[in-house]
């Protein structure tokens, strides 16, 4: 392990953080000018400050080489994630907006995650500059403040992809350009375009429908969107705007941001067969549309239009595969089987590559394709049987790490839904609260669902979720690494 090549790479991260609080600060400071009841700054400055520290001191002794490997990459990936959302729950703590600590960290986990669980019973009457960060976290987790580091500090040389690859969505990760630092920088600069696009989009569009939008919603709607987070700065979600316009078109950056966003350079780079012959892409789509109509069939007696059946259908499918997790309808009110539709896309995801959560469909792809060449083997023990994928035989490496990931999600999940079975939720809140959290996803279904909250789980169920929260948002095994006694031994 070389501690000083993690240390000074976790310094790093943590002075842009503390730099990337000046954003709240100055949205508190207008607020605050412009008459409003705004957070007191010491709820930024503090954390900044803290942040600054940190990185500072982590950075006094330079080491004299930042060659690592995949161990360092998962240990500076586990330790950034939870360091940063400690120290990052200590605004909503130090303005008052959620007093408990466990609860701000609870927040605070599922933005920087990009899941949208939430302990909030009262979200808009709370300071805009407190609802800013809440949002900002989901934008900085969405793509990743690792792969940021990597795109804006020159020094992590040819091994950053180790980092890059520890923190990102997927089975595998894919250079766009031959460089990591020039690729995390394009796919950084695609995702700030498509968030400002769809600032635009809102704030030209819902004045063009009449139903005018206020520029700062249209700003965090964005970032959390652009993450596939779903915190809303209303109690009501999207649903509080009562605007087609606006439900519309957070629906198609939704499906958008569940979308690798390789194919977008391929797309950019006019490399239009790479894009649309990805399997993956083609059956993201395919799953979106099938579900979007088999509910709408579902759900079509309880409307008085077959065009708002279609709008909530499309907007709710999107919403959970893409593992955003605004809101727009109760689908706790909907029939059992398109409940249990949404629960299978909670368990799918987006795409790999993209902000959304999940399991992934490329994953859910090459397992049904495995299990085939097996019957296949079955039938000609003598047969050589391969599983492809995208024109190209997949090695049994990957094969293996994706059935070894599977396991350690299945085991994960049934430890954690044992754990919190003592506070007696129903089968269904508590698997769905678990679901919805190692998928980070947002809602689940009954107690958790998209009227309710988490505010009544205790404290040690919290941790739990906090902790499925972190290890969906990065994989698994970045956290799980953490408590291995081998991951600290130090290089001979």
Same mark, same amino acid.
């Given at each position: 392990?070389?501690?000083?090549?993690?240390?000074?790479?976790?310094?790093?991260? @943590?002075?842009?953080?503390?730099?990337?609080?000046?954003?709240?600060?100055?949205?508190?400071?207008?607020?605050?000018?412009?008459?409003?009841?705004?957070?007191?700054?010491?709820?930024?400055?503090?954390?900044?400050?803290?942040?600054?520290?940190?990185?500072?001191?982590?950075?006094?002794?330079?080491?004299?080489?930042?060659?690592? %490997?995949?161990?360092?990459?998962?240990?500076?990936?586990?330790?950034?994630?939870?360091?940063?959302?400690?120290?990052?729950?200590?605004?909503?703590?130090?303005?008052?907006?959620?007093?408990?600590?466990?609860?701000?960290?609870?927040?605070?986990?599922?933005?920087?995650?990009?899941?949208?669980?939430?302990?909030?019973?009262?979200?808009?009457?709370?300071?805009?500059?407190?609802?800013?960060? !809440?949002?900002?976290?989901?934008?900085?987790?969405?793509?990743?403040?690792?792969?940021?580091?990597? /795109?804006?500090?020159?020094?992590?040389?040819?091994?950053?992809?180790?980092?890059?690859?520890?923190?990102?969505?997927?089975?595998?990760?894919?250079?766009?350009?031959?460089?990591?630092?020039?690729? /995390?920088?394009?796919?950084?600069?695609?995702?700030?375009?498509?968030?400002?696009?769809?600032?635009?989009?809102?704030?030209?569009?819902?004045?063009?429908? =009449?139903?005018?939008?206020?520029? %700062?919603?249209?700003?965090?709607?964005?970032?959390?969107?652009?993450?596939?987070?779903?915190?809303?700065?209303?109690?009501?979600?999207?649903?509080?705007?009562?605007?087609?316009?606006?439900?519309?078109?957070?629906?198609? @950056?939704?499906?958008?941001?569940?979308?690798?966003?390789?194919? %977008?350079?391929?797309?950019?780079?006019? !490399?239009? !067969?790479?894009?649309?012959?990805?399997?993956?892409?083609?059956?993201?789509?395919?799953?979106?549309?099938?579900?979007?109509?088999?509910?709408?069939?579902?759900?079509?007696?309880?409307?008085?239009?077959?065009?708002?059946?279609?709008?909530?259908?499309? &907007?709710?499918? $999107?919403?959970?595969?893409?593992?955003?997790? @605004?809101?727009?309808?109760?689908?706790?009110?909907?029939?059992?089987?398109?409940?249990?539709?949404?629960?299978?896309?909670?368990?799918?995801?987006?795409?790999?590559?993209?902000?959304?959560?999940?399991?992934?469909?490329?994953?859910?792809?090459?397992?049904?394709?495995?299990?085939?060449?097996?019957?296949?083997?079955?039938?000609?023990?003598?047969?050589?049987?391969?599983?492809?994928?995208?024109?190209?035989?997949?090695?049994?490496?990957?094969? =293996? =790490?994706?059935?070894?990931?599977?396991?350690?999600?299945?085991?994960?999940?049934?430890?954690?839904?044992?754990?919190?079975?003592?506070?007696?939720?129903?089968?269904?809140?508590? &698997?769905?609260?678990?679901?919805?959290?190692?998928? $980070?996803?947002?809602?689940?279904?009954?107690?958790?669902?998209?009227?309710?909250?988490?505010?009544?789980?205790?404290?040690?169920?919290?941790?739990?979720?906090?902790?499925?929260?972190?290890?969906?948002?990065?994989?698994?095994?970045?956290?799980?690494?953490?408590?291995?006694?081998?991951?600290?031994?130090?290089?001979?």
């Amino acid at each position: 392990m070389n501690y000083k090549a993690v240390l000074s790479i976790l310094g790093r991260i @943590f002075i842009i953080l503390g730099a990337l609080m000046l954003v709240p600060l100055a949205i508190a400071v207008y607020y605050t000018l412009n008459g409003f009841a705004e957070a007191s700054y010491t709820s930024f400055v503090i954390p900044m400050i803290i942040f600054i520290l940190t990185g500072l001191l982590l950075n006094i002794k330079k080491p004299k080489d930042y060659n690592i %490997y995949a161990k360092e990459g998962f240990v500076i990936c586990g330790l950034g994630w939870i360091i940063m959302s400690i120290i990052g729950a200590l605004p909503f703590v130090i303005s008052g907006a959620i007093p408990n600590y466990i609860d701000a960290l609870f927040e605070t986990a599922s933005g920087f995650s990009t899941t949208g669980s939430s302990i909030l019973n009262e979200i808009h009457s709370l300071p805009k500059s407190i609802l800013f960060w !809440r949002s900002f976290t989901q934008w900085i987790g969405g793509m990743g403040i690792l792969s940021f580091m990597i /795109a804006v500090v020159p020094r992590a040389k040819s091994n950053s992809m180790l980092i890059m690859r520890a923190e990102a969505p997927g089975p595998s990760v894919g250079k766009v350009v031959s460089k990591t630092a020039d690729s /995390a920088r394009i796919l950084y600069i695609i995702y700030i375009a498509m968030t400002v696009i769809e600032i635009a989009v809102l704030f030209v569009g819902t004045r063009i429908s =009449g139903d005018n939008m206020r520029f %700062y919603d249209c700003v965090v709607n964005s970032l959390t969107t652009a993450s596939t987070g779903g915190f809303s700065v209303l109690n009501d979600s999207i649903r509080g705007y009562n605007s087609a316009f606006t439900e519309w078109t957070i629906t198609i @950056f939704m499906y958008l941001f569940g979308v690798n966003f390789n194919l %977008y350079f391929f797309i950019l780079t006019k !490399r239009w !067969r790479d894009a649309f012959k990805d399997e993956e892409f083609r059956a993201y789509t395919l799953i979106n549309v099938i579900c979007v109509v088999l509910i709408t069939l579902n759900i079509f007696s309880m409307y008085d239009s077959i065009f708002l059946a279609v709008r909530d259908s499309f &907007f709710t499918v $999107n919403t959970i595969m893409s593992s955003t997790g @605004f809101g727009t309808v109760d689908f706790n009110a909907w029939p059992t089987f398109s409940k249990i539709l949404l629960l299978i896309l909670m368990c799918i995801g987006g795409s790999a590559g993209s902000t959304g959560g999940g399991f992934k469909v490329i994953r859910v792809q090459l397992l049904f394709k495995q299990m085939l060449c097996n019957f296949r083997q079955l039938l000609r023990p003598h047969s050589v049987v391969n599983v492809r994928y995208n024109g190209k035989t997949l090695d049994k490496k990957m094969m =293996g =790490g994706i059935n070894s990931y599977l396991t350690v999600y299945i085991v994960i999940m049934i430890i954690s839904l044992i754990f919190i079975s003592f506070d007696n939720f129903s089968t269904s809140t508590s &698997f769905s609260a678990v679901l919805t959290c190692l998928n $980070n996803i947002g809602p689940g279904i009954e107690a958790v669902g998209p009227k309710e909250n988490f505010a009544n789980f205790s404290d040690f169920s919290k941790l739990v979720l906090i902790f499925d929260m972190l290890a969906g948002r990065l994989e698994l095994f970045p956290i799980l690494l953490l408590f291995s006694p081998n991951t600290w031994k130090k290089a001979k």
